[in-house]
């Protein structure tokens, strides 16, 4: 069987990894990875394949950056000639990303079966294009991977059929649970005791100059309470440039972590500040108390069971529930079921009996 991997953007990476290592388990298999080049920068991409040992991929399409229309169509047209150069019988998407509903929609109309990792995540947020491209690509996937048990009540909601869906735990976790050993000889030197991390990059909140503005001042008046380090992903640098806002308090502005470097800060963060959907995932299993800027989340279990807080876009809350967490009165959390390094285990085990 020749399965294919479709990734391009960070958070794909590391869910690539443990599916790839335990499919080279499974005899009959040939893989290759396609990356679609959504993302491009060393420390956006490369650095990940390094460290998590992935390997380069066999295919950059090289699209780069666009409009959601451009990009979307931009994946479409350069991966149909690989699908019917190299006739798949499986294509592994990831995630929600561009890349993800871009190689789905390429698949399904040359009829090659589509297995999703990461399917029924739901943030019921029409204005997140993350939710449109799980909207799309869960109804288009053959197989459905879903991490948490939520997931499998969202698709049976939407008339997915339950024989497509297998709930796997979270592989994200897997790639944490390897990892973690080796990330602590990747803290960065002069790292502080005590310190706030803080990640953003969502269109909602770095978009919006008069918000992103106020989110730097909020930033900044905290960091006369605790050091913030801030490593700034490529979207979030360009906006606060514009704006000239990277001069402000003892905020440190740090370029994008490798995956090593960011897990060793996160372990060893006082608190993290966030959009990010993977973040709420890794500080639960850390235990690390999250703050989320964010009305709503596709990942409720890191607030039913874990650590994570959505503080929606209240400045004021963010504020309350910092100096919460500073006073010793953070939220406590548990890990969630089949949150256990297995998932990719589980995952292959599914695609072996489909061969
Ligand atoms: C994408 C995903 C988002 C994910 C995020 C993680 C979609 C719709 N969004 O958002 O779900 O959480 O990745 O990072 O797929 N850029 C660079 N170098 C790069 C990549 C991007 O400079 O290597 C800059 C470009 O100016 C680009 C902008 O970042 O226009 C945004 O990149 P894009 O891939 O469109 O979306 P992300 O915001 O990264």
New binding site residues.
């Given amino acids: 069987m020749r399965v294919f991997h479709i990734v391009?953007?960070?958070?794909n990476f590391m869910k690539l990894a443990p599916v790839h290592r335990a499919l080279k388990r499974v005899p009959g298999i040939e893989q290759m990875v396609v990356h679609t080049g959504?993302?491009?920068?060393f420390n956006?991409?490369d650095v990940f394949f390094q460290e998590l040992g992935i390997g380069a991929p066999e295919i950059n399409l090289g699209v780069g950056?666009?409009s959601?229309a451009q990009?979307t169509a931009e994946i479409m047209t350069r991966f149909e000639p690989v699908v019917l150069e190299h006739k798949p019988d499986l294509v592994v998407v990831y995630?929600?990303?561009?890349?993800t509903v871009a190689a789905a929609l390429v698949c399904s109309k040359l009829q090659v079966r589509v297995a999703h990792v990461e399917a029924g995540l739901r943030s019921f947020d029409r204005a997140m294009?993350?939710e449109i491209?799980r909207l799309i690509t869960d109804q288009l996937a053959d197989i459905l991977f879903t991490p948490s048990a939520d997931g499998n009540e969202n698709l049976e909601r939407e008339g997915i059929p339950a024989e497509r869906v297998h709930l796997v735990g979270n592989v994200m976790i897997d790639t944490v649970l390897q990892m973690l050993p080796s990330s602590e000889k990747h803290i960065p030197p002069g790292l502080p005791a005590k310190f706030a991390l803080v990640t953003m990059?969502?269109?909602s909140n770095v978009d919006d100059p008069e918000w992103l503005s106020c989110l730097v001042k909020t930033l900044t008046d905290l960091s006369s309470e605790i050091d913030i380090l801030f490593p700034v992903?490529?979207?979030t640098r360009?906006r606060i440039h514009q704006l000239g806002l990277n001069g402000a308090g003892k905020i440190r502005w740090m370029d994008p972590a490798s995956y090593l470097a960011f897990l060793a800060l996160q372990k060893n963060a006082t608190l993290v500040i966030t959009d990010?959907?993977g973040i709420q995932e890794e500080t639960t299993f850390l235990g690390v108390p999250c703050l989320t800027m964010r009305e709503n989340t596709e990942r409720p279990v890191t607030v039913t069971v874990g650590t994570n807080q959505l503080v929606g876009r209240d400045f004021a809350r963010l504020k309350t529930e910092f100096r919460k967490i500073l006073t010793g009165g953070a939220k406590k959390g548990a890990r969630p079921p089949l949150w256990d390094g297995k998932a990719a285990d589980r995952i292959a085990q599914v695609l072996a009996s489909t061969m």
């Fill in positions: 391009g953007a960070r958070p959504q993302h491009y920068d956006m991409s950056s666009g959601h990009q995630g929600d990303v561009n890349s294009p993350e491209n990059h969502r269109p992903h490529p979207r360009e990010s959907g």
